[in-house]
């Protein structure tokens, strides 16, 4: 029995999910898939600039995977660019996370999307905290029953 994947951490859900050239009809077009997680490594490697064990660190997977997810998306992005294909970004093993931080002590940790139900700091057990959305950052409480 085959094991099954780890969920791969993701910062950036993108808006938009489709990219084609200009000036060719879709109904022409052939097609390749970025996994959103392929986005994520790219996001983070070379759009953000970080080393790979950081940026493995935050996907929470190894750094051979991350290597082997970062290899994958830019050999999908050069086969697009080359060979005039379209890029559609969907699936994956993902899981959204988002960067939270503790107004009270300035400590920063990451939640997991749908996780933030009477969620308090793990340093001084706030419950006054911030996270941050696609743009900017949103106050929130925890509600203790």
Partial sequence: ?????????????????????????????????????????????????????????????????FIRIINSARKKVAEALVKGKAIRIEGGTYQYVRPTKCQDCGNEWRVTQNDDTDMECPECHSTNWTFRKRKGWRHGYSQKD
């Fill in 1 to 65: 029995m085959a094991r099954p994947p780890k969920w791969r951490h993701v910062e950036f859900i993108p808006d938009i999910t489709y990219f084609k050239p200009a000036g060719v009809p879709l109904r022409q077009l052939d097609e390749v898939v970025l996994t959103v997680e392929e986005l994520e490594a790219l996001r983070l490697k070379d759009l953000g600039g970080l080393e790979q064990e950081p940026c493995a660190e935050r996907m929470n997977i190894s750094r051979p995977t």
